[in-house]
């Protein structure tokens, strides 16, 4: 399995941004799909973003409109824009790939992770 590696994560204040990484090789030629989650102290992993190979996405409700994920085959990359945060994104933040078809934000499919990256919104 490939290894996963986040980085980015940091501590701001509410209405501020950050921008997540996730160094990650995956064969050109196979279908995935990648995606950020993340888990709050005392609550269940949830997922935040997915895309598939086709550059398509899928954002929980509680962010859309506020993050962005993006890949970049090229570089090996795949990237979490986190705009206008709010105390409530406060959690450890995780990116993970499957070689599934279709893709969801159900955190069990993935089987893949990384390590994590602390994120921290102050109000």
């Known amino acids: 399995q490939a290894e996963l590696v986040e980085s980015g994560g940091g501590s701001v204040q509410a209405g501020g941004s950050l921008r997540l990484s996730c160094a990650v090789y995956?064969?050109?030629?196979?279908?995935?799909?990648m995606g950020w989650f993340r888990q709050a102290p005392g609550k269940e992993r949830e997922g935040v973003a997915i895309?598939?190979?086709?550059?398509?996405?899928a954002y929980a409700d509680s962010v859309q409109g506020r993050f962005t994920i993006s890949k970049d085959n090229a570089k090996n990359t795949l990237y979490l824009q986190m705009n206008s945060l709010k105390p409530e994104d406060t959690a450890m933040y995780y990116c993970?790939?499957?070689?599934?078809?279709?893709?969801?934000?159900?955190?069990?499919?993935?089987?893949?992770w990384g390590q994590g990256t602390q994120v921290t919104v102050s109000s």
């Open positions: 993970a790939t499957n070689l599934r078809v279709r893709c969801t934000l159900r955190s069990t499919e993935y089987v893949n």
């Open positions: 995956l064969d050109p030629g196979s279908t995935y799909c």
């Open positions: 895309i598939n190979t086709l550059d398509q996405t």
